[in-house]
């Protein structure tokens, strides 16, 4: 038995994840969702689509009565994965949204509410957690192999092109950078540490107030721990060569440099270079995982909404504390 996908929005990043599919064995690409009807012929022709299980925004409702899907993949724009999620859990098809799952905690928690009301599965396309490397590492720090963490640094960024583009709106994106990739090197925080933050402080650096009139452009910002570890993070939207994860305990430490994009991966430890099984699409990884832990109901290794929720508390503190002057903000008391 295979997991059926539907896809949902046919942008770049879902060509990527149909791209990636054609190597599953446990997941197949079995329907779209689409506004743009030659994208949906373009993609019934290229991925063997039947008609029956092509959607329009709005016929999406439909999937409700299609036994042949079991979930749907929300790829479109960040400010739309709410209303998305929420079309899909009403369906009764389980959903994959995208990272960030959206534009704040709150909308987050409905999501979560409506999946759980409706009974059905809601993930976040968190790839990494499938990512050798990064299981490595999580498996390094939590077998003792580091020690006690100390201390941990990531960062995560790009210049962005096109001036027109919808990560640039407010309305669209939610926010700049740190929606968009600050995420990785706030996830990989918490993966770092196995902890929750309990406060975090944030500064804001804007060089291009034209291009980034809207949304943010640089962000550092740092994470208290319980255990006093604090992760110093960084996300920019206008320079490259900004993609770095590296945590250190007492007993060692590892660095992943390129850490968080399609990879390959590539990282060192205190013992020397790491050397993992050769590089496979994280999206491969990803949907033949996540096919795994639904059909033969498995753990999931942080990727549910809950973990969207965690990194959404987050980001919202770190735009709170950067309209307030970079002033401390608690989070997840007791
Ligand atoms: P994109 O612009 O290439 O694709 C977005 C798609 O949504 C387009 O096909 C567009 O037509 C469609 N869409 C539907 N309604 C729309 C509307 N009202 N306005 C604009 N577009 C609309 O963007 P992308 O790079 O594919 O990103 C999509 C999502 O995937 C984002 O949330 C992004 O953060 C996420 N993403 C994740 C990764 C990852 O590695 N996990 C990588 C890239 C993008």
């Known amino acids: 038995k295979q997991l059926r996908v539907a896809i949902m929005g046919l942008g770049g990043y879902a060509n990527i994840v149909a791209e990636a599919m054609q190597k599953c ?3 197949t690409l079995v329907g779209v969702v689409s506004g743009t009807p030659s994208k949906v012929d373009t993609w019934k022709k290229k991925y063997n689509i039947p008609d029956k299980n092509t959607y329009n925004y709005e016929t999406v409702s439909e999937i409700k009565n299609n036994p042949d899907i079991d979930i749907v993949y929300v790829t479109t724009p960040n400010s739309l994965h709410h209303k998305h999620v929420l079309q899909i859990a009403a369906t009764g098809k389980h959903v994959i949204c995208e990272k960030p799952v959206a534009d704040n905690a709150k909308q987050t928690r409905e999501m979560i509410a409506a999946c759980e009301k409706a009974g059905v599965k809601f993930y976040i396309g968190y790839r990494l957690h499938f990512e050798p490397h990064t299981r490595e590492l999580i498996r390094m720090r939590e077998s003792g192999e580091l020690g006690k963490i100390m201390h ?3 960062y995560m960024g790009f210049k962005s092109g096109d001036p027109t583009q919808w990560r640039l709106k407010k309305a669209l994106a939610g926010g700049g950078a740190m929606m968009d990739v600050g995420v ?6 918490r993966y770092c540490t196995g902890e929750e933050p309990i406060w975090v402080t944030a500064q804001e650096t804007k060089t291009d107030p034209i291009k980034f009139k809207e949304v943010d ?20 939207y206008n320079f490259n060569n900004f993609e770095r994860l590296y945590v250190i305990g007492e007993k060692g430490f590892v660095e992943l440099s390129p850490a968080f994009g ?9 013992a020397g270079p ?4 050769a590089h496979i699409p994280h999206q491969t990884l ?14 999931d290794p942080h990727i549910t909404g809950h973990e969207g929720l965690k990194d959404m508390i987050v980001v919202d503190a770190v735009y709170e504390s950067i309209r307030k002057g970079g002033q401390k903000i608690f989070i997840n008391k007791a």
């Open 274 to 277: 790491m050397n993992m099984p």
């Open 25 to 27: 064995t446990m997941a």
């Open 152 to 154: 941990v640094n990531n």
């Open 217 to 236: 452009e640089t962000i550092t910002f740092q994470l208290g721990f319980p255990s006093g570890v604090i992760a110093n993070c960084g996300t920019t």
């Open 262 to 270: 399609y990879g390959p991966i590539k990282g060192r430890t205190n």
């Open 184 to 189: 990785y090197a706030l996830n990989g925080a």
């Open 286 to 299: 990803q949907m033949d995982g996540l096919a795994d832990i639904i059909l033969n109901n498995k753990p």
